[in-house]
């Protein structure tokens, strides 16, 4: 496909009136053809998704889409009422007020037709009163899809129902009223072959009634699938806030939403959700973030912390001031990740759409053949029609369009309520072939924060009073090795005032506590008070520091009195999930710009046998470019602006949510919770899409080679075969939906 113009313009359009891949095919054809257009048509989220010349006016892609036979619009914006999922869908509506109809209506003209015992004396005539509102009515849409393809010299799925129906229902009307068919105590034997019988004694009203209903059937669960299965993305939108308690002029104005703007500072009650992405001006609190990252435990936020909008204030009044609004905003753009994977389109699928696409002339020939061959072997003319219907009706081949992408929007949607948004259906494919994962070590092995790990005290002190003390003093300081010490003090002791606070740049700080004159920092901040470490604290120092880790002493009243080890710890949950990853056959390698020392400690300690350490950015490029001249296929994880670059080189690449934009564009799959086990659930859902979308192709593709030479040579009645048919699409959806409950293996 030739690729769009430099200055594109990206349109999406919604589609109405598809009925089949085969309809998606045609539009997508007829947009293709306009000069610089490069046009995408998902039968699925009746979408398109177009890259034109800049200025290109969308009145004229609608055109052309009109012109086609069928109707396109621009896409409205988003509702995220919760009542969305449960306003009714016309087009959903009258597919369910059809087919209620339809199965009243020819239950018992099937069950007449079927059982010799129900055939009264004037039983046909019944069948005819109750087939014709099926065929005139219930069956319309076919009949007008039909009809609407042919006027533009084209033959749809549509077609091969309407041909099929309509057939077989005049032919029923020839026989009553022209042939015997009518005449009173007549009964017609149903029969799972095609004999050699009189034409004008057959009625085949249970056939057009029997695949009427069993199409609509099919298609009404597809549509309904369809529609269930975007409940991720208006459950994404649900999540944001409504309105927002704005400050202007020092007063509080509650405003709609779409009316806040960037710079914009709002105030957030306990209970309430953050409006927007921002940063805390004042106040601290507890947010939950649980609904959009997973994470159950609260993060306690304070003035200058960046907050997520949709997340909810579980603790005291803050006000904050809005950096990102509207589209901008994570939420957002987790919503379009959803929006993107569930309308593009895999190699698979253009498979699917190139083979429907020329399927339906090929069966028509292949009918209008059987019904020569029949009536040239001399069988009568009720056997010929009867097998070059079983054709139309067996050929359908609904299932084949819908394989791929029910099993995208249920997959990529259950992808979503895990907190795993998959980019595009491309990733998939690659997922199947990675057996290498490269994982950034900060932020994504390791909490990226620093937490104290160690207290060693000197002899004759106690760990409270030395936690106390420095505690206390770092407190002051907004260092984050400081506020790690201060951090983990607080959670122990209670830490006292501090007077004659002061920062010592590069080397620590000083004040007074208690009485107590406290020198927390560096040991060159020691020997400017002419203070040494004694042996045990310095062996407890070396030690630490030849761990990869940082340690801190603290002295007071002119005696060193112990030393804080403060290191960036490993992730409750990534030995696990480097486990999972061996599991899966991927081999894992960690890749960092720390030192070896730490690497390989890190490495150590979540069984990680392969170490890149002490590389720069451009490096973990080279580092991944390497493994795959290696003939290795390369996943990799990350989270920071450095490891953008590699996340794009990589054959597959995974950023965690809570890393930094730069990285989530660059990647193919996010990872809202930060958790690296979501990585493996990721490639464990993308390996079972694909397994899924291959089970619904080669069910949909087998089912019509074998069945078309089978009702070709008359073995299939023309009912049983619409019934095959429409299980089919049942079967394709229903084994779609089988992702629905694909369990991460995180919880």
């Given at each position: 496909m030739a690729s769009a113009p430099a200055?594109?313009?990206?349109?999406?359009?919604?589609?109405?009136?598809?009925?089949?891949?085969?309809?998606?095919?045609?539009?997508?054809?007829?947009?293709?053809?306009?000069?610089?257009?490069?046009?995408?048509?998902?039968?699925?989220?009746?979408?398109?998704?177009?890259?034109?010349?800049?200025?290109?006016?969308?009145?004229?892609?609608?055109?052309?889409?009109?012109?086609?036979?069928?109707?396109?619009?621009?896409?409205?914006?988003?509702?995220?009422?919760?009542?969305?999922?449960?306003?009714?869908?016309?087009?959903?509506?009258?597919?369910?007020?059809?087919?209620?109809?339809?199965?009243?209506?020819?239950?018992?003209?099937?069950?007449?037709?079927?059982?010799?015992?129900?055939?009264?004396?004037?039983?046909?005539?019944?069948?005819?009163?109750?087939?014709?509102?099926?065929?005139?009515?219930?069956?319309?849409?076919?009949?007008?899809?039909?009809?609407?393809?042919?006027?533009?010299?084209?033959?749809?799925?549509?077609?091969?129902?309407?041909?099929?129906?309509?057939?077989?229902?005049?032919?029923?009307?020839?026989?009553?009223?022209?042939?015997?068919?009518?005449?009173?105590?007549?009964?017609?034997?149903?029969?799972?072959?095609?004999?050699?019988?009189?034409?004008?004694?057959?009625?085949?009203?249970?056939?057009?009634?029997?695949?009427?209903?069993?199409?609509?059937?099919?298609?009404?669960?597809?549509?309904?699938?369809?529609?269930?299965?975007?409940?991720?993305?208006?459950?994404?939108?649900?999540?944001?806030?409504?309105?927002?308690?704005?400050?202007?002029?020092?007063?509080?104005?509650?405003?709609?939403?779409?009316?806040?703007?960037?710079?914009?500072?709002?105030?957030?009650?306990?209970?309430?959700?953050?409006?927007?992405?921002?940063?805390?001006?004042?106040?601290?609190?507890?947010?939950?973030?649980?609904?959009?990252?997973?994470?159950?435990?609260?993060?306690?936020?304070?003035?200058?912390?960046?907050?997520?909008?949709?997340?909810?204030?579980?603790?005291?009044?803050?006000?904050?001031?809005?950096?990102?609004?509207?589209?901008?905003?994570?939420?957002?753009?987790?919503?379009?990740?959803?929006?993107?994977?569930?309308?593009?389109?895999?190699?698979?699928?253009?498979?699917?759409?190139?083979?429907?696409?020329?399927?339906?002339?090929?069966?028509?020939?292949?009918a209008v053949g059987t019904l020569g061959f029949w009536l040239g072997a001399g069988f009568p003319a009720a056997t010929a029609f009867t097998a070059a219907v079983a054709v139309l009706i067996i050929a359908c081949p609904c299932a084949l369009g819908l394989a791929t992408p029910t099993a995208l929007l249920v997959g990529t949607g259950r992808g979503a309520q895990m907190g795993v948004l998959i980019k595009g259906p491309e990733v998939l494919e690659s997922t199947r072939r990675v057996d290498t994962i490269v994982l950034d070590k900060t932020g994504t092995v390791t909490t990226g924060r620093m937490t104290l790990v160690d207290a060693v005290a000197a002899d004759g002190v106690e760990r409270a009073e030395l936690l106390r003390l420095a505690g206390a003093l770092e407190y002051a300081s907004e260092h984050p090795v400081a506020q790690a010490i201060a951090k983990a003090a607080a959670e122990e002791v209670e830490l006292p005032a501090v007077e004659d606070f002061q920062n010592v740049e590069g080397k620590g700080v000083q004040g007074v506590v208690d009485g107590h004159y406290v020198v927390v920092g560096r040991e060159r901040l020691l020997e400017d008070w002419s203070l040494e470490l004694g042996p045990a604290l310095a062996d407890a120092k070396a030690a630490a520091e030849g761990e990869g880790k940082t340690a801190v002493a603290v002295a007071w009243d002119g005696e060193a009195r112990g030393v804080l080890v403060v290191a960036d710890t490993v992730k409750p949950t990534s030995l696990e999930a480097v486990a999972q990853f061996k599991a899966l056959g991927l081999t894992p390698v960690l890749l960092t710009g720390d030192n070896k020392v730490v690497a390989e400690r890190i490495a150590a300690e979540v069984g990680i046998d392969e170490v890149i350490a002490e590389v720069l950015p451009a490096d973990k490029v080279a580092a991944v470019a390497r493994l795959q001249e290696e003939g290795k296929v390369v996943a990799m994880v990350g989270d920071g602006v450095n490891d953008a670059a590699a996340l794009a080189k990589a054959d597959l690449g995974l950023a965690m949510g809570t890393g930094t934009d730069v990285a989530i564009e660059a990647a193919d799959i996010t990872l809202v919770r930060g958790d690296l086990r979501g990585a493996a659930d990721a490639i464990r859902l993308s390996r079972r899409t694909l397994g899924t979308i291959k089970g619904n192709l080669f069910w949909a593709f087998g089912y019509n080679v074998a069945a078309i030479p089978l009702a070709a040579l008359g073995l299939l009645n023309p009912m049983l075969a619409g019934a095959a048919m429409a299980f089919s699409s049942v079967f394709v959806v229903g084994n779609s939906l089988r992702l629905r409950s694909f369990k991460s293996r995180a919880l």
């Open positions: 200055a594109a313009n990206r349109i999406e359009l919604e589609i109405g009136g598809m009925t089949c891949a085969s309809c998606a095919m045609r539009i997508e054809k007829k947009l293709n053809k306009l000069d610089g257009v490069t046009a995408s048509v998902n039968y699925a989220t009746e979408k398109a998704q177009i890259e034109a010349p800049a200025g290109t006016d969308p009145a004229e892609l609608i055109a052309v889409v009109e012109r086609t036979g069928y109707t396109a619009a621009l896409p409205k914006a988003p509702e995220p009422e919760a009542a969305a999922e449960d306003r009714p869908d016309p087009e959903l509506t009258s597919l369910r007020d059809r087919l209620i109809a339809s199965i009243v209506l020819s239950v018992p003209v099937i069950a007449m037709s079927m059982a010799p015992a129900l055939q009264f004396e004037y039983w046909q005539w019944l069948s005819l009163a109750l087939a014709w509102p099926v065929i005139a009515w219930a069956a319309w849409p076919f009949h007008k899809a039909a009809w609407t393809n042919l006027r533009h010299g084209a033959a749809t799925m549509d077609t091969l129902v309407s041909v099929g129906t309509l057939a077989a229902f005049a032919w029923s009307v020839y026989a009553l009223f022209w042939g015997t068919a009518g005449t009173p105590g007549m009964t017609h034997p149903f029969e799972f072959t095609v004999e050699p019988s009189d034409g004008a004694s057959n009625l085949y009203l249970e056939v057009a009634a029997g695949v009427t209903m069993f199409i609509l059937a099919g298609r009404y669960f597809e549509k309904r699938s369809k529609r269930r299965a975007g409940a991720a993305l208006r459950a994404l939108l649900e999540m944001g806030a409504k309105d927002v308690a704005v400050l202007r002029g020092g007063t509080e104005t509650r405003v709609p939403i779409a009316q806040l703007a960037v710079g914009d500072e709002f105030v957030v009650r306990p209970g309430e959700k953050i409006a927007a992405d921002g940063v805390v001006v004042s106040g601290t609190s507890a947010i939950d973030a649980s609904m959009l990252t997973g994470e159950s435990v609260p993060v306690e936020v304070g003035a200058g912390d960046p907050v997520t909008g949709a997340t909810v204030n579980a603790g005291g009044r803050l006000t904050v001031r809005a950096t990102r609004v509207g589209a901008d905003t994570q939420l957002a753009q987790m919503a379009r990740l959803v929006e993107e994977a569930q309308s593009g389109k895999a190699e698979v699928q253009r498979l699917a759409d190139r083979v429907s696409g020329i399927f339906v002339p090929v069966v028509i020939a292949i």
